[in-house]
Structures are given as C-alpha cells and as structure tokens.
C-alpha cells in the first residue's frame, strides 16, 4: 500500500494572477503557504482486476475510460494501465469546496502515489505540471496553478507565473520570528458555505481573454499588492501585510457579483472591529474560509465564535506532497 499527503494552503498575495488567461500577456505573481491541514491518497493493488474507487462516491469498473471521476480517469489514462488492477482511496482533513485548494492537492496526492506505486520518482515542479496538464490543460478547467505548485513544493513560496507557461519557485525570505507571527495570528474561519470555484473564475477568465479594462486593471493592482506583500513580510513588517490584506479583498470583491454575499460582509466587518487588521475569502470567492490577519486574535476569536463560526486551526506545511507510507 502506498499513502500519498499533500498540503491544503492559504494565499498571502497576489491570488488571481496565476490563470493562464492572465499570466500569459502580463505575467503572474503570488505568495502561498501550505498549512498542515492535508489530502490523502492511497493506492494498493486488488485481489481481482478492475479499478475500485473509493472517494464521496464509490465506482467499480472494468476499463479505466468507465471512471466517473475525472481527474483520476485522466491520472490513469496517462499510466498507460493495459489490464487495470488498482484501488485508490481519498481521504481529507478538510471538505472540498470551502476555498483552500483541495482540487490541485488531490490531484498532487494522486500522480505522487501513482509513481510511487510504480517505483518512480517525481520531483516537485514535474509533479505540479503533471498536475495543472490534467486539470487545465486536458480537463478544462478555468482555474489558475497556484493549487498544484504550492501543493507539491510546500513551505511559504512565492511564484512567478511567466508568459510561456513556466512557473519559478522561491521561498519566502521571512524570519523565524515572522512566520511564528503569522502562525499565530492568522486565523480562518469556516464561514459554512461550500462552492465551486469554477463559476467565479470563468467569469474572470472570460473577461481577462476578452480585454476587460476593469478586470485588467484589478489583477494589475492585486499583483502589485503580491509584491508589497512580500517586501512587508520580508521586512518583518506583518501588520502592514495585514492592512495589505484589506486591500486586496476590497480589490478581490470587484471582480465579481458572486464573490462574496451580505453575511460574509457581515462577518467581516465583524471581524475588522474586533481585533482583525486585515482579512479575505480564501480560494476563489463566494464561501469558504475567512482568514484574518488579528491585532488581538482572542477579541477576534470570541467574537467569531459568538456569531457561529468555527475556527480551523493550523500551522505551515514545510514538506510538500510526500509518501507517507510505502
């Protein structure tokens, strides 16, 4: 048996820039973090032939092209399995749909236990193209590659999406004292709202493909603020990140009618006025996580708490997509 995890991740800077619609005419930048909150994948081989799945659904099948779901269907199709014998099982610490990129760490969990089932090493930024090349490029999807590359390399990165479709991997340059604040006072809460992402960022990719001078206009902005957002981090200046973070979500809310709705502003200005500097939706909008950036993270806490919402806590993930068990 082989167990795959890879990390969920939050996005401190920038989100937005790294679709492809964007990034190829202007180029992308953002800063991620992968936290210790994960999705697991393992893979064993059956008594009998056939390819069993176990995930929220459950398929048995004879021939791989019968798989319903279709980021494995494309995962296996490019193993090249003549005589299928495999059963693969997904298990999460975090529901799908709350906005922390549990799409691409799935798909990261699934080829890395694949390859490792068949004895085959992949290293990082292969393992998040093979990722994005079956969601963006042979599924359709009108998502960005933040999920994959975070996923796989783990850490506090930041990422410079280029025109020609190659992505650059660096590290955050933030002090132990820094990221130890961060920890502490970034604090999510799951606002009970569960949603694909899809709608929001075809929207965004439409727009963007089509010349939107408006939806241009906010990306540039918000991929400037992924830059502030790095010098103030690096500068072990996390309030000013915090402020930056308002910022962005005000920018972010712009982008689209459906990003947030008049409870998620409720709780958000909620949370500004007690104890919060800065905060947004994590992921793609219209539910999920709020995550704030707190002054005073137990004010911010008990007032959370009173209005319903529960607090997912976390810390950072430093080591990527891995095997677990082999």
Same mark, same amino acid.
């Given at each position: 048996? *082989? *167990?795959?995890?890879?990390?969920?991740? &939050?996005?401190?800077? +920038?989100?937005?820039?790294?679709?492809?619609?964007?990034?190829?005419?202007?180029?992308?930048?953002? *800063?991620?973090?992968?936290? @210790?909150?994960?999705?697991?994948?393992?893979?064993?081989?059956?008594?009998?032939?056939?390819?069993?799945?176990?995930?929220?659904?459950?398929?048995?099948?004879?021939?791989?092209? /019968?798989?319903?779901?279709?980021?494995?269907?494309?995962?296996?199709?490019?193993?090249?399995?003549?005589?299928? %014998?495999?059963?693969?099982?997904?298990?999460?610490? &975090?529901?799908? +749909?709350?906005?922390?990129?549990?799409?691409?760490?799935?798909?990261?969990?699934?080829?890395?236990?694949?390859?490792?089932?068949?004895?085959?090493?992949? #290293?990082? %930024?292969?393992?998040?193209? #093979?990722?994005?090349?079956?969601?963006?490029?042979? #599924?359709?999807?009108?998502? +960005?590659?933040?999920? %994959?590359?975070?996923?796989?390399?783990? $850490?506090?990165?930041?990422?410079?999406?280029?025109? =020609?479709?190659?992505?650059?991997?660096?590290?955050?340059?933030?002090?132990?004292?820094?990221?130890?604040?961060?920890?502490?006072?970034?604090?999510?809460?799951?606002?009970?709202?569960?949603?694909?992402?899809?709608? &929001?960022?075809?929207?965004?990719? @439409?727009?963007?493909?089509?010349?939107?001078?408006?939806?241009?206009?906010? #990306?540039?902005?918000?991929? /400037?603020?992924?830059?502030?957002?790095?010098?103030?981090?690096?500068?072990?200046?996390?309030?000013?990140?915090?402020?930056?973070?308002?910022?962005?979500?005000?920018?972010?809310?712009?982008?689209? $009618? +459906?990003?947030? =709705?008049?409870? *998620?502003?409720?709780?958000?200005?909620?949370?500004?006025?007690?104890?919060?500097?800065?905060?947004?939706?994590? $992921?793609?909008?219209?539910?999920?996580?709020?995550?704030?950036?707190?002054?005073?993270? =137990?004010?911010?806490?008990?007032?959370?708490?009173?209005?319903?919402?529960?607090?997912?806590?976390? $810390?950072?993930?430093?080591?990527?997509?891995?095997?677990?068990?082999?």
């Amino acid at each position: 048996m *082989i *167990i795959a995890r890879s990390p969920l991740r &939050i996005t401190l800077g +920038g989100g937005g820039t790294d679709l492809p619609s964007y990034y190829r005419d202007h180029e992308g930048f953002l *800063i991620a973090a992968a936290i @210790d909150k994960y999705v697991y994948v393992t893979v064993m081989r059956p008594f009998t032939e056939g390819v069993y799945l176990k995930y929220s659904d459950l398929e048995h099948v004879a021939t791989v092209d /019968e798989i319903r779901h279709p980021i494995i269907r494309e995962a296996l199709r490019m193993q090249n399995l003549r005589t299928p %014998q495999i059963e693969i099982t997904t298990l999460a610490d &975090i529901p799908a +749909g709350t906005g922390l990129g549990s799409s691409g760490s799935f798909t990261t969990a699934l080829l890395k236990s694949l390859h490792a089932h068949r004895r085959q090493l992949i #290293l990082p %930024q292969e393992l998040a193209e #093979l990722a994005c090349h079956i969601e963006i490029d042979r #599924l359709g999807e009108p998502i +960005g590659k933040q999920d %994959q590359y975070i996923a796989a390399y783990g $850490g506090l990165t930041c990422f410079t999406f280029h025109k =020609n479709d190659t992505v650059t991997a660096e590290p955050l340059k933030a002090s132990m004292e820094t990221l130890f604040d961060l920890e502490d006072n970034i604090l999510l809460f799951f606002t009970g709202y569960s949603r694909s992402a899809s709608g &929001i960022l075809k929207d965004q990719k @439409d727009r963007t493909q089509n010349s939107d001078n408006e939806m241009l206009t906010n #990306l540039h902005f918000v991929k /400037e603020l992924g830059y502030r957002s790095k010098d103030a981090l690096e500068a072990g200046d996390a309030m000013k990140f915090g402020e930056l973070m308002h910022d962005h979500w005000e920018h972010k809310k712009r982008r689209s $009618g +459906g990003m947030s =709705n008049p409870k *998620i502003d409720e709780w958000y200005e909620l949370g500004m006025k007690n104890g919060a500097i800065g905060g947004k939706l994590v $992921g793609a909008g219209g539910g999920g996580f709020l995550m704030f950036y707190a002054a005073d993270r =137990n004010k911010l806490r008990h007032a959370m708490s009173k209005a319903g919402l529960e607090e997912v806590r976390f $810390g950072f993930d430093f080591e990527g997509t891995k095997v677990v068990l082999s």
